[in-house]
């Protein structure tokens, strides 16, 4: 049973217009998330995380928005550039249980199109 | 440049032949894991070490082990792999920052193994 679930396996934008991807979560015990950017033949790069004390968090054209009730985050890019083409991630981990990992979605991989 | 690095970016190895996948960290963090990430599907997590302390998922297969030598290494041995472990197999380090909320982990570069 997948916890953390990303609908969309993939998403074409244009350039320099707004990329959302979206996440959802089941586990309510989640409480920080996380963003992570992969590019092919590399790890997952941390891009941003929220807690879930928080309903949004900014970073240059990232955003990250919460909505706990819901159980839903998505991730905001504005305005999209080409190298931002790559796989994206969305993780929670439950940081009351400690030093657990992070419990990942299958991705979506956003192509931004000229 | 602290980092984590995953040595050999690519193992292939034969079926039941036992292979040791390795990861090293130079960003002195207390805990490091270890993902499998099969085709399309998102990483999971197999295990991880907080310190020396050694915590097993509970689905994660016998056929997996690990090992940490020190602060800076981790191996992952796969005793007789399948054609199932065919995945790529990702590493990663955090600081333990235990009830802040920030479990902020960094990956290496993950390998990719091929079983034949």
């Known amino acids: 049973d997948q916890q953390v679930k990303q609908n969309s396996p993939s998403l074409s934008v244009q350039e320099g217009r707004i990329s959302i991807l979206n996440c959802d979560y089941t586990?309510?015990?989640?409480?920080?998330f996380l963003w992570y950017k992969k590019y092919p033949a590399e790890g997952p790069t941390f891009l941003i995380s929220?807690?879930?004390?928080?309903d949004k968090n900014e970073d240059g054209r990232f955003t990250v928005f919460l909505n706990k009730s819901a159980k839903h985050l998505s991730l905001h890019i504005v305005p999209s550039q080409p190298g931002d083409s790559a796989v994206y991630f969305c993780a929670a981990s439950d940081s009351g249980g400690g030093a657990d990992g992070l419990t990942f979605g299958k991705g979506t991989h956003l192509i931004i199109q000229p | 440049d602290a980092m984590v690095i995953q040595n050999p970016r690519y193992q292939v190895t034969q079926f039941g032949k036992p292979v040791t996948l390795s990861c090293s960290q130079t960003l002195n963090h207390n805990v490091m894991y270890w993902y499998q990430q099969k085709s399309s599907q998102a990483p999971k997590l197999l295990f991880h070490?907080?310190?020396?302390?050694?915590?097993n998922e509970a689905d994660t297969p016998d056929n997996f082990q690990s090992r940490r030598p020190n602060t800076s290494f981790c191996f992952l041995d796969i005793r007789s792999p399948g054609l199932g472990d065919a995945a790529m197999y990702l590493c990663a380090t955090s600081r333990d920052l235990r009830g802040a909320g920030t479990d902020t982990q960094y990956f290496g570069p993950g390998t990719r193994l091929t079983v034949l």
């Open positions: 929220i807690s879930s004390i928080k």
């Open positions: 070490y907080y310190d020396k302390d050694f915590n």
């Open positions: 586990n309510s015990m989640f409480d920080y």
